[in-house]
C-alpha cells in the first residue's frame, strides 16, 4: 500500500520509531509488549488534564472484583456518565492506559467517566472481557445516584465507549443491553473497533508496514483471544457478524486510513445505518491506528477527542429528562 498520504506528523512519528528501532509488539514477550504499549502511549498522550475528582474503585464483576477509576467533572449534577473501554487487543492496557483520554473527555463532555478494567487475554480468553465491561455498565447504572463516587451520576444518561478493542467491546456490550434488557446506553462511541475476526477487506490486505499496528497485530490478538475457532462467528466477538443490529444505540464509528481495522468498522457502520441506527461515520486522512490515544502526539488525535466529545454533548442533551422537563 502506498503511504504517500501519510500525515507528515505520522511520517515524523514512523522516523522517529525506525530510528530507535522500535519492534512490532508481537516480536515481544507478553509482559514486555504489556510494558511498551503503556510506555507509549504515556509518551504520546500528552500532559494528562486535572480533573475535579479521580477515584479508583472496585467493580462487581462475574469472577471477582474488577479495578475501575471514576471521573468527576466540578458541578453537582445530575452529570451524565461514559463507561469507557481501554483499546491493547483484550490482550495489552489497564485504566492506566486510558487515562489521558478518560480526563480528556471527563472535561470537554462535562460527564463522569467510568473506566473498567476488564480482565486480559490470554489468560482470560473471551467471553470474559465481554461480561467484565457489561459488568461495569451495569455497575454504573445501579450506582448512578446514590452515595458514593457516582452521586452525581444520572442513571438515565450513560453512554458506552471505547477505542480498538475498547470499540469491540462497546459494540458488543450495547448488544448485550438491548438482548438481556438491561441498562440502555443513550450513545455508543466506537473508535476504529474490530468487528469481525474474519474479516477479508483491502485495509487488512494493504496495511503491513511493521512500523504501525498492521494485519499481523490483528492476527497475533485475535489469536489470544479467541478460545475456540466457532468464536469467530459469535457477535459478541464479531458484531460485524450479528443478524440484526436495530434497537441499538446512536453511534459515532471513528476510522483511520492507514488501519487495516479500517474497512470492517465502516461496514459496521453502515450495518448500523441499515438497521435503523442514527450512525455518524468519520475517517481521518493520513491517520493510523491508535491515533486516537495520541493527541499529545497528532492533531488530529485532539480533533478525534473533540470530535467524540461532540457527540457525546449531543447524545446526553438529547436525554436530559431534567431539560425537558423544563420546557415541556
Request: with cysteine; net charge negative; charged share 25%.
Amino acid at each position: 500500500m502506498s503511504l504517500d498520504s501519510l500525515d507528515p506528523q505520522v511520517e515524523a512519528l514512523r522516523a522517529q520509531r525506525a530510528s530507535a528501532g522500535t519492534r512490532p509488539l508481537y516480536e515481544m514477550t507478553l509482559e514486555e509488549a504489556r510494558a511498551a504499549d503503556l510506555a507509549a502511549i504515556r509518551a504520546d498522550s500528552g500532559t494528562p488534564l486535572p480533573v475535579h475528582e479521580v477515584t479508583d474503585v472496585l467493580i462487581p464483576g462475574p469472577d471477582g472484583p474488577l479495578p475501575g477509576r471514576v471521573y468527576r467533572p466540578a458541578g453537582d449534577g445530575p452529570l451524565p456518565v461514559l463507561v469507557y473501554l481501554f483499546g491493547g487487543g483484550w490482550t495489552l492496557g489497564t485504566i492506566d492506559t486510558c487515562d489521558a483520554i478518560c480526563r480528556a473527555l471527563t472535561d470537554a463532555v462535562g460527564c463522569i467517566t467510568v473506566s473498567v478494567g476488564y480482565r486480559l487475554a490470554p489468560e482470560h480468553r473471551f467471553p470474559a472481557a465481554v461480561e467484565d465491561s457489561y459488568a461495569g455498565l451495569t455497575w454504573a447504572a445501579e450506582q448512578s445516584g446514590r452515595p458514593g463516587p457516582l452521586h452525581a451520576a444520572d442513571p438515565g444518561r450513560i453512554a458506552v465507549g471505547g477505542d480498538s478493542a475498547g470499540g469491540n467491546l462497546s459494540a458488543a456490550v450495547t448488544l448485550l443491553a438491548r438482548d438481556r434488557q438491561g441498562p440502555r446506553p443513550a450513545a455508543q462511541l466506537l473508535v476504529y473497533p474490530n468487528t469481525d475476526r474474519h474479516a477479508d477487506t483491502p485495509s487488512r490486505r494493504e496495511n503491513t508496514d511493521p512500523a504501525f499496528f498492521n494485519d499481523r497485530s490483528v492476527t497475533w490478538y485475535w489469536d489470544h483471544y479467541l478460545d475456540r475457532p466457532e468464536d469467530a462467528g459469535n457477535p459478541l466477538a464479531s458484531p460485524l457478524r450479528a443478524k440484526d443490529l436495530s434497537g441499538l444505540p446512536p453511534a459515532l464509528v471513528i476510522t483511520a486510513e492507514y488501519d487495516p481495522l479500517r474497512d470492517e468498522g465502516e461496514q459496521y457502520a453502515a450495518r448500523l445505518r441499515d438497521d435503523g441506527v442514527p450512525v455518524t461515520l468519520t475517517r481521518y486522512p493520513g491517520m493510523i491506528h491508535g491515533f486516537f490515544a495520541m493527541a499529545g502526539t497528532l492533531d488530529a488525535g485532539r480533533r478525534a477527542q473533540e470530535e467524540a466529545a461532540r457527540f457525546l454533548r449531543t447524545a446526553f442533551a438529547a436525554k436530559d429528562t431534567h431539560t425537558e422537563g423544563e420546557t415541556s
